[in-house]
């Protein structure tokens, strides 16, 4: 099973940018979802940005359209997620998943957590105002 580690977290002023990166052991392009995750204490997991393939979509939370980006290196095994114009509100632990198989499940679904979710151990974030 492919295994993921997540990285680039850290404390940024409110305004500022971060880049996550997502290792996977595996090969990411033989993926139908992957995506980016985040949690804060006391909620739940919220897809925060996925991808999906064939056809090629992508899904991005209304709190973060036009701020964040979400990007594969097929060539490197790494997601990543460009986050910009970052605000406290964005604080929490960014998760990266990959689908584990059987149902495909297209990206806002995948975001939605319908179908298999591999996880990383995940990256704090904090955004300070």
């Known amino acids: 099973e492919v295994q993921l580690v997540e990285s680039g977290g850290g404390v940024v002023q409110a305004g500022g940018s971060l880049r996550l990166s997502c290792a996977a052991s595996?090969?990411?392009?033989?993926?139908?979802?992957i995506g980016w995750f985040r949690q804060v204490p006391g909620k739940e997991r919220e897809g925060v940005s996925c991808?999906?393939?064939?056809?090629?979509?992508?899904y991005y939370a209304n709190s973060v359209k036009g701020r964040f980006t979400i990007s594969s290196d097929n060539a490197k095994n790494i997601v990543y997620l460009e986050m910009n114009n970052l605000k406290p509100e964005d604080t929490g632990v960014y998760f990266c998943?990959?689908?584990?198989?059987?149902?495909?499940?297209?990206?806002?679904?995948?975001?939605?957590?319908?179908?298999?979710?591999?996880w990383g151990q995940g990256t704090q974030v904090t955004v300070s105002s």
């Open positions: 998943s990959v689908d584990g198989g059987g149902v495909k499940v297209i990206a806002d679904f995948f975001c939605s957590n319908y179908g298999t979710h591999i």
């Open positions: 991808m999906s393939k064939d056809p090629s979509l992508t």
């Open positions: 595996g090969f990411i392009e033989e993926k139908y979802s």
